[in-house]
């Protein structure tokens, strides 16, 4: 029995996407002219000196985990320059969790080598007077002095690393360190977050993070614990408070009020400001088209279809193999029907179940009469 690869001359084993875990998943494109639109203001905001701040919502199966990690592999692989750094950062929280878990895994993201590193290339840098550029940039003397400590050998690295993170210290370690306290207010994480930034710019690196899976935030129930994520937020969406770190965060849902109230209240939203809330909508019935026709370009073996189609299975253009010309206009016309149809997830999962039949009919051929008989129960229908 042949297996669903060979039957329709894929390139991999099904029609599944993983951006988290494969480079090549993460390249593919979901068509929408509002995703080129957030890369291209992102690119020439940093261009002119703007860090971005967005709130992204969406319903589930839009896209939004999937557009994060093509932003990163983008500006991976971008020749941009200064160079844009960007990490997905994944959000996990219970009933008390403040700011700082977000704070911790935002530095472990970008790492203690590179900080380290960042720290170096910025002492190394001509003119002016090392320690008073230093002064300057980091302010607080505590900061000053545990940067400091990031290239003298594993302990007092790892120590330091600690004290950024926001970690609780003995008297003893604070002491080896040489601070007189902890970074535990959420308004001195963000602004160590935000200093740590400039260092990096300054070295010719924007930070971006890439922050999923907000809605974890709905658990946040303790008040003193929603009121960190608040103020964290207002402070790094505030673009006179933030000039250094770019992050975009996403929300699953469509609705303002379905989100975490605490974290839309106008001292937030009026700082991120009309450009700074974005919306992934429903691809329109051409969108579902161009996206389709990307996805079995990605997908598909070319030796293996050209061989199919000489052989009449089917008849139609290599572009969308292994459709028929009516079977792909039939697909499309009912991701139509409703809006909730014509999302990525949704039109990945009628792909998968169209694929399946052919292969349990033994055929190489997505045509309109197939594609009829499956997709209406996979889509809704109005």
């Not at 029995?1 to 480079?23: D, E, G, W, Y």
């Not at 957030?38 to 690119?43: M, S, T």
């Not at 320690?131 to 120590?159: C, H, I, S, W």
């Amino acid at each position: 029995m042949k297996t669903l690869q060979q039957q329709l001359c894929l390139n991999r084993v099904n029609f599944q996407i993983n951006p988290k875990q494969s480079f090549e998943d993460a390249k593919l494109y979901f068509g929408s002219d509002q995703n080129r639109q957030i890369i291209r203001e992102i690119e020439t905001g940093y261009m002119a000196g703007y860090v971005p701040r967005i709130y992204l919502f969406g319903s589930y199966g839009t896209g939004k985990t999937h557009l994060l990690y093509h932003l990163k592999h983008h500006f991976d692989q971008s020749k941009q320059s200064p160079e844009i750094a960007a990490y997905v950062v994944q959000i996990e929280a219970e009933s008390k969790t403040r700011y700082q878990s977000l704070h911790k895994r935002l530095l472990d993201a970008v790492g203690i080598d590179a900080l380290e590193k960042a720290y170096i290339d910025y002492s190394l840098a001509p003119g002016g007077d090392r320690e008073a550029r230093f002064r300057e940039l980091f302010e607080d003397p505590n900061l000053y002095r545990v940067m400091q400590l990031l290239p003298t050998g594993p302990a007092n690295k790892n120590l330091a690393w600690r004290w950024l993170t926001g970690d609780k210290l003995s008297a003893g370690e604070q002491m080896q360190l040489g601070v007189t306290s902890l970074v535990t207010e959420t308004g001195d994480l963000v602004d160590l977050l935000v200093r740590i930034g400039e260092l990096f710019k300054r070295t010719g690196k924007n930070l971006l993070f890439l922050i999923d899976e907000s809605e974890g935030l709905h658990s946040v129930s303790n008040g003193d614990a929603q009121r960190s994520w608040h103020d964290a937020f207002k402070r790094l969406a505030d673009q006179n408070d933030n000039q250094s770190v770019g992050w975009i965060l996403t929300f699953y849902t469509t609705l303002h009020d379905e989100a975490p109230t605490f974290m839309l209240e106008g001292d937030i939203t009026t700082r991120l400001g009309k450009g700074g809330q974005r919306l992934l909508e429903p691809l329109q019935p051409v969108q579902v088209k161009e996206f389709l026709v990307d996805l079995l370009k990605a997908f598909i073996d070319k030796g293996c279809a050209e061989e199919a189609i000489r052989a009449g299975n089917p008849k139609g253009s290599l572009s969308h193999y292994p459709f028929t010309d009516s079977g792909l206009e039939t697909f499309v016309e009912h991701s139509g029907a409703a809006p909730e149809n014509a999302i990525p997830r949704t039109i990945l999962r009628a792909l998968t179940s169209c694929a399946l039949e052919a292969l349990r009919r033994d055929t190489r051929v997505l045509d309109a009469p197939l594609v009829n008989e499956v997709v209406p129960a996979e889509f809704t229908e109005v």
